[in-house]
């Protein structure tokens, strides 16, 4: 968000210099940040890793190990079948080689004698020592003493092992108390240092080199999954060897390796967390229950890791049953509301002893009859809302721990948001001086007020996504749950405030959207206009002319998408919106589409933020047979997506990476046809964008910066369900939609699409974020640019209905029943208008009206449609079929009006009922 003008503390990558170059006042900001490189100075640093002591190597059956002798650290770990690529940051020895720096094989303690109160660090990384060498024999490949690297003081004596067991790559570590008293281990970590440094590399280069980790915090059954960006080749598992759960994943914020755009930081996999919980993160509550173990005197512990290979990000469950770990598979996810049934599967070779659920009664299993092999299938309820733990002891002793989050009914959610929007966030303050009444402004959640001043001046200022966020969110609610007493107020909105403030409606700049309604300006404004409190000599608090600059094209999704609701409802419905023809709204839709690529023509070349709306509006432009603007609007987009195909990662952005243009990026790509480009997209979003039985990480697309820019906490931090998830579900579903034989693209996407609304607190406030730092794990106060991802879950909203060889019929956003021949669907999704059947290959969608029930007959292949009894402003159904016609080809039963391209089905003041048949099953 408005990220042209930062300044990365991680100096300048070449394509963000390009784009501080476009605006004239960076270039002096760019020298200014050269002459400050952080980079620079940490390779100033002196080298006390050893390096002028040598490397060597080392052969095990998937990996060729390279360690630093004197440290015995990882300075490589290639995969046999690519000697080329290195999972580690190896390239960056020369700058990361003093003490401090993190390597793959350190270790991180807190300790303290029993009796003591006072915990003490230790860390292999923090004064480098050369290490001790012990003798190699049998299966270990390097071992060392570390005496010498954590200290004269260390009450523990701690040695390390690289060993090859059964042919798998294992770290190992040997804590043995030699003392005559208790030692308390609080905290034990072992840091996971893989090579997600971007720094100065070009998209080409990043997507060759570099990986993203994400982490399964699973405990005896949690792993690290470390893909390529590029999302091809062999994947990296790291894998518990022996007693060592992934209780915690705790960033190494003393790395000072420059974290910033380019560089999201390091973590570690955390065994042993009481002695953080103790301190740092006192108060908060953590993904499992802290630890901490006694080591007695001569009593001796083992904890360690082992690396595997997946054949790539796909085969990651396989390689996890292959290596024997327990496997959970979340039916439609983890993030669960309160009228869904849920399914739960668990595949592990050994038998369940107890399952449990934390906070009590939270949820409810009820473990099914018959098992399948090594499968157990469990109905889940969510009862209790937030956060809740399944904790599963199986008969080895393992622990495995699965992690959900609780919401309200979709329906239910969608009221909330509604009503704070358009009360608690309704800002109508007479003779605002910047122009903003009426409209839905940002929200502080912490202070419970409304935030009209900030030193980012969009924040206060209703456009970009930091400051459209809030009234972008309320408008595309109205597309899932329209309420009119609601639009009332957004119609308002929309006339007074949008067209024509925020959006240029004279001049030259018709159709331009400016990047901030606020501005700081202290001369030209009334003394006492500016909160004395905020500092506003930063570079985000724009003066007027800077405010006004229509140059970034990431404004003009917002604007677009709202105007377009507006038709949707005119045009679809009566009586919700009265203020104007839905031909005016699909106008000011398609020019502020167009504007985008006149007034923001720079940025406009990359992948926009809700791209996707541009080719809702482009279908409505044919379906109203507006061909002559369709036409328009497909030869400027066209020019777009063909500029993206001579690159080999379109992924460009006013960033160095990002994982917001890669949407826009696969819907035109596969419009056009281009699935050269689309796949390469489509396997660049599912490296970051993992599935994993935890809420927070399912689902999940990468995002770290962001809360720099429209977060109250703002620092570089993984965010939990920032935007990214639910606008990257939108490529991942219409993906399985063309694929419905690939389950996991729909679990990927649906964690996504369920992400966008995980956050949203009970009475309907949508912070930016959630915080996945253990010193916080909770929202942001800020609303910030949460209007993002609402958009991606509104426009995406679906139900599905799924056949699977192992777990049976599926329900995706419904709940589902057998009756004989029939699968019965009831969806349970707010908006109650998409649902796709897999095994018909038919997407069924309806402008207006909701799908009350769906049936799909597993011999005839006929599919029973119930359609909800009208409503004063819904007399009236549209729907639309669309299907792969290789499958199948259905008809109606009845014959119906076809208007725009839907079947015109009138309601009554009961359930309508239409049957399609599969002629091709006659």
Known sequence: MNREMHIPTTGIDKGLTRSLLFIPFCILLTFICYAQDPW???????ETLGLAGGKESYRTQSFNLVLIKESQTVAALQPLNDLAFDFTPGDRLDLRKADGLYQLGDINLRLRQVGSVEWKDYSSAKHRSKVQALPQAGKVLAAADLSSTLGNDVPIKIKRYWEQVDGKLILRFELTNNTEQGVEIGALGIPMIFNNILHERSLDEAHAKNVFFDPYIGMDAGYLQVARLSGKGEALLVLPYGKTPFEAYRPLLDDPTPRGITFEGFHEWTVHSKAYAEKEWKGVSQWNEPTSVILKPKQKLSYGLQFVLAADITQIEKALKTNHRPLAVGIPGYVLPQDVDGKLFLDYEEKIQSVKVFPEGALSLN????????LQSYRIKGNKWGRATIKIHYADGNVQTIHYKVIRPETQ?????????????????ANDPFGRNPSVISYDYEEQKQVTQDRRAWVAGLSDEGGAGSWLEAIMKQLVQPNKEELQKLQAFAHETLWGNIQHSEGPQKYGVKKSVFYYEPDSMPAGTYDPNINYKVWSAWNKKGADDVGRSYNYPHVAAAHWVLYRLARYHQGLVDRESW??????????SMAMVKQAPYYAQFGQMEGTIFLLILQDLKAEHMLVEAQELEIAMKARADHWRTLNYPFGSEMPWDSTGQEEVYMWSDYFGYQDKAAVTLSAIMAYMPTMPHWAYNGNARRYWDFLYGGKIARVERQIHHYGSALNAIPVLKAYRDQPENLRLLRVGYGGLMGAIANITEDGFGPSAFHSYPSTLANDALSGDYGSGFFGYAINTSSYLVRHEDFGWLSFGGNIKEEKDWVVLKPTTAAKSKIFIASAKLWLSLDAGQFSEVA???NTKAIRIKLAAKNAFTPQAFLRLSQDSKVASYSLDKKLDIERG????????EETILTLTDNNNN
């Open 40 to 46: 620079k100075a940490l390779a100033q640093r002196p």
């Open 367 to 374: 473990r099914e009859k018959g098992q399948k092999g090594n």
């Open 413 to 429: 959610v969608m009221d909330s948001i509604g009503h704070f929007l358009t009360t608690k966030q309704w800002f109508d303050r």
């Open 583 to 592: 031909q005016w709204y699909l106008d000011k839709a398609f020019n502020t």
């Open 856 to 858: 799909y007959n597993v």
């Open 902 to 909: 839907a079947y015109l089905i009138p309601l009554y003041s």
